[in-house]
């Protein structure tokens, strides 16, 4: 089976993780998904395969004969998806691209355009698998469970290719940053490992934002509006207020490359209460630092304005940037580079506007940078994926394991 084809059937699972929910996994679509994904590694005759209690699917493939001292690797990809954007009854279709833009809904006139996205100009000549333009797709990472899935059928039909132990994770809630915290690094037992999780084939990442995240509450005076003057304040304007004190060119739609941010997720308000809800990123840690205590100062500021009491800013710190640790073990990026070369692309690293599980991983022990799965527009009603990259990400994969199954530790 194909890739593509594999991915056709994982969207059918609405598997969106939930923020708000205390559960792991915090829904239990993606434990359905995975005991899916369990009898299906059952049936390829992946070896030791188990879903846990928290919802992280393991297996593993044992080295050939004579590569057994080889270091294991590990390939791991994450079973959710994001709830921002509907995930449900997603329609995949496979269009042939030779340019221009793409009608994915002819009802409602929705275009998959060039003008929005001119990254599809990469695409030309390829089979693109796109939605009817209401959904995502889910690419985010069922493109990586596919190509993890159908690199392991390959390399068990193909004994003369010759690797080292191979262990394969799929976590949940990865979209909500819980997706490394409950992995069992004892039962996956790899030295080494890949997350596929990116974008375009041939990105080789090492280099992610540092995250935090802040919550500032909002205490107003509710008054009747009739008899307000000097006695009310308003919670939700206050908020408001506060939001102005971020500086506008540092959010999201302002910045690029090594630029940091503030992002607002989310927000909600009465006259009485209100919340905000942000996230906050940045490359470098001491710049990090500096935007959280830029999030204090501001609620110090509307505190001074209104009233003790009035904001209360709760800050934390989420992953960290793990080129800290990928830059000791640069025979990682290395090998990723030799393979897509092999594969006739050049390869892509470029700092990454985002975290994945490898983040916490590679902290916690497990040395994880991140690889590209042929997926576009992650988070949105146009993302797509292309049946071509996502081949040639499973020859990637199959190089990997052949290039560590040549070594000993």
Known sequence: MKAYERLLNYVKYPTASDEESETCPSTSEQTILGMALVDEMKALGISNVNIDDNGYVYGEIPASEGCEKAPV?????????????????????????NGGDVLLNEEEQIYLSVKDFPEMEECKGQHLIVTDGTTLLGADDKNGIAEILTAAEELLANPEIKHGKIMIGFTPDEEIGR???????????????????????????????????????????????????????????????????????ERPCHTSGYDGFYHLTG????????????????????????????????????????????????????????????????????????????LG???????????????????????????????????????FASVEQMDKAVEMIKLIAKYYGEQTK
């Open 73 to 97: 690797i590990g390939f791991i990809a994450h079973m959710d998806v994001v709830r921002e954007v509907p995930f449900t009854d997603i329609k995949p279709k496979i269009v042939e691209y």
């Open 179 to 249: 997706g490394a915290n409950r992995f069992d690094l004892e039962r996956f037992g790899a030295d080494y490992a890949y997350t596929l999780d990116g974008g375009a084939f041939g990105e080789v990442e090492c280099e992610t934002f540092n995250a935090a995240h802040a919550h500032i509450a909002f205490n107003g005076v509710s008054v009747h509006p009739g008899s307000a003057k000097d006695k009310m304040v308003n919670a939700a304007l206050v908020a408001m207020e506060f939001d102005s004190l971020l500086p506008e060119v």
């Open 267 to 342: 927000m909600k308000g009465t006259c009485d209460n209100a919340d905000l809800y942000y996230i906050i990123r940045d490359h470098d840690s001491e710049k990090l630092t500096y935007r959280v205590e830029y999030i204090k100062r501001a609620a110090d500021e509307i505190n001074r304005r209104y009233g003790e009491g009035t904001a209360t800013a709760e800050t934390g710190y989420d992953y960290k940037n793990m080129s800290v640790i990928i830059k000791d073990h640069w025979h990682l990026i290395e090998t990723a580079q030799k393979a897509i070369r092999e």
């Open 345 to 383: 692309a050049e390869p892509v690293t470029n700092p990454v506007r985002g975290g994945t599980d490898g983040c916490v991983l590679s902290f916690m022990g497990l040395p994880c940078p991140n690889l590209g799965t042929g997926g576009y527009n992650f988070h949105g009603k146009f993302e």
